[in-house]
């Protein structure tokens, strides 16, 4: 197991495009860090800076106590397992996990110690004798797991090793790939783009976009307290409710926001800076922080459309010109184009500098 650590790490490619700007943060012994973010952000980059496979144009990457910046792949002590599968077709399961250790000069009993334990942890272990051909996706997953399993490597890394696997597999390789982790506690590089991905599996997530470290933090920290709006809007399913506008506050109604097309949007009494208020600002509230409601002093919108996905419903509304999503528990509900009322949460709201997207502190009061 080793630490791993990143200090002012940046990529430029010949052609000038910046892949990654300056990143600086350390992943720790025996953790399991995912990198996130949407295609082109600089994730997979970062990763493949680990692994050897990309050159790191400024800063440095240490492995353990070593500088790894020159260091060849081969010799960094670590395990790579990619989105396709890469196992060769003609060879068993043993064979496929045998083969890196025999290529390094293993010995035969040292070679099957390793590649039983590795089938034994992964549930393998009935499944020795048979090609890839023969097997589900979410098998043969775990066979490239395996395979960087027994190198016993200080860090494993995953590059969106589940992007290839339907919905229901991807959660069962998923809560492998956890419970592995916890058995073996190695330091863990986990790359995706799928937030459900990043949420359950990391201990800590690295969010990233346009190659910049845009927020490290557990998966719950990020979720209640994001930094930014770009953070904001890319955790959550459905993505938080963004409300540009005005704060206007008064002794009857209380807090509330003036949008953009001028209705008034009641917040409930909060107690605000003084600063905030006339100024452009853009106030994010998660879809279960809206809850239908007739009470006195909250607003009404026009139901748009209702998705029961079985446990819950999401609710599509209009209030003036500015959409929203409701998130509810199964209940009866208006139809599309009947008017539903709605409460917010005043606690729960999250408040962001319109200008710089950054998130503005306060304390509910």
């Not at 397992?81 to 068993?92: D, W």
């Not at 959660?171 to 783009?193: D, N, W």
């Not at 008034?264 to 509230?285: A, D, K, M, Q, R």
């Amino acid at each position: 197991m080793a630490k791993v650590r990143f200090d002012g790490v940046r990529k430029v490619y010949d052609n000038g495009q910046v892949a990654v700007h300056g990143a600086s943060f350390d992943i720790e012994d025996g953790e399991l860090m995912v990198l996130v973010g949407p295609s082109g952000c600089g994730k997979s980059t970062l990763l493949r800076m680990v692994a050897g496979l990309e050159e790191i144009s400024a800063g440095t990457l240490s492995i353990g106590d070593r500088v790894v910046n020159d260091v060849a792949p081969k010799d960094r002590d670590i395990a790579m397992v990619f989105q396709n599968y890469a196992l060769y077709p003609h060879m068993t399961v043993a064979e496929n996990l045998a083969f890196g250790l025999k290529l390094r000069g293993h010995g035969k009993a040292e070679v099957q110690r390793r590649v039983q334990g590795a089938a034994e942890a992964l549930g393998l272990a009935a499944m020795l004798d048979k090609l890839p051909r023969a097997m589900s996706g979410g098998q043969r997953q775990r066979v490239a797991l395996g395979r960087a399993l027994v190198r016993e490597p200080s860090v494993f890394l995953l590059d969106e090793p589940l992007s290839n696997l339907d919905a229901k597999l991807r959660h069962s390789v998923r809560a492998e790939i956890a419970q592995l982790h916890r058995k073996l506690g190695t330091t863990m590089i986990y790359v995706t783009h799928d937030q459900v991905e990043a949420m359950t599996l990391g201990q800590r997530i690295v969010v990233l976009d346009e190659g910049r470290v845009q927020q490290i933090d557990t998966p719950m920290a990020l979720y209640q307290r994001p930094a930014n709006l770009f953070v904001a809007g890319f955790l959550g399913s459905p993505a938080m409710n963004m409300l540009r506008g005005r704060l206007k506050s008064s002794s009857v109604d209380g807090l509330a926001l003036e949008l953009a097309d001028g209705p008034l949007l009641p917040l409930g009494g909060l107690t605000l800076s003084p600063g905030w208020f006339g100024t452009e600002i853009v106030v994010g509230v998660r879809p279960e922080h809206l809850q239908p409601s007739e009470a006195v002093g909250h607003f009404s919108a026009v139901v748009e459309g209702v998705e029961p996905v079985g446990n819950e419903i999401f609710v599509n509304l209009r209030h003036g010109a500015q959409p929203l999503v409701m998130r509810v528990a199964p209940q009866p509900l208006p139809a599309p184009g009947e008017r539903v009322g709605v409460a917010v949460t005043p606690a729960a709201l999250h408040f962001f500098d319109a200008g710089t997207g950054q998130r503005l502190e306060w304390v509910p009061g």
